[in-house]
């Protein structure tokens, strides 16, 4: 047989195999599995914008694991909440490869940024079945320890300064876009609204909307943090989730804006709960 027509063969049943069932069962696992990350951290923020010090956790991906942890059948949650994370990753993957959903879904710049995004929640996936597994110090460490150890080691490089001061204007970037994809409800054209009621169309709407704008906000601050740590060339300046949204407490009238990003991340695990239902794969 003809080495093309073997070729073509071999892409269209790696197409057929991207659109199948269980890739969208693997995305809409992982959708639940990131939104009960953000309750979590949620929870653990409010508890501590309401004058707590969080059960001792870091309001951040370790914090919601080591709390994860503790809960009746808490070592399988872990391991099922890895396990669907790597399905994420997968699905991003073939969005990679073969485009999204929707009329702009082949586009490169969609294709590049599903290519981002599986790398990401394929490392997440990772450091949570290392969780698992017993190795504490991955899925569960601090993320602000590890932003200010990726902070020093960039600083050392040549031109660190730059490369750090880049990285935080992207991250500002990242979370202005964020707050406008939010806002404007840019999120309505990837779900099946017309397979929605009223009342779950609106409370996506608040939900998305909410949700959008406290994560955007903060990666805004997270990167404006890592800006400073370059200018000032002091890595202890950039700040992780944990010390990002605490640094909010610290503000007049802190811990109720603490407490509303707190509700606003909570907000949206539950929105990612809705794209588990909703969305398009």
Known sequence: ?????????GRGQARRAADSTAMTAAAR????????????VGVIALQIALGGDGGGKQADRGGALAELAE????????????????????????????????????????????AARAVFYAFVSYSVLSYAAGHKGSGGGSSDRQSDDVTAMALKWPGGQWIVGAAGIAVIG????????????????????????????????VLGVVGGVARGLIFGVAGA??????????????????D??????????GPW???????????????SWCNARWREV
């Open 1 to 9: 047989m003809d080495s093309h027509v073997l070729a073509r063969q």
């Open 29 to 40: 696992a992982g959708f639940v599995a990131r939104g009960l990350i953000y309750l979590l």
């Open 71 to 114: 809960k009746p059948f808490g070592a399988v949650m872990l391991w099922i909440v890895g396990i669907a994370l790597a399905g994420m990753a997968l699905w991003r993957l073939s969005e990679a490869v073969f485009g999204g959903a929707g009329q702009d879904g082949g586009k490169a710049s969609k294709r590049a940024l599903a």
């Open 174 to 205: 990242a979370g202005a876009w964020m707050v406008f994809r939010a806002a404007t409800k840019k999120f309505r054209k990837h779900l099946r609204t017309g397979e929605m009621s009223r009342a779950a169309r609106r409370a996506t709407d």
């Open 225 to 242: 943090f890592a800006l400073v740590a370059a200018v000032r060339h002091e890595p202890g300046k950039a700040k992780g989730m944990d």
């Open 244 to 253: 990002t949204l605490r640094s909010f407490r610290d503000l007049p009238a």
């Open 257 to 271: 804006l603490l407490a509303l990003i707190a509700l606003g991340l909570a907000a949206f695990g539950l929105f």
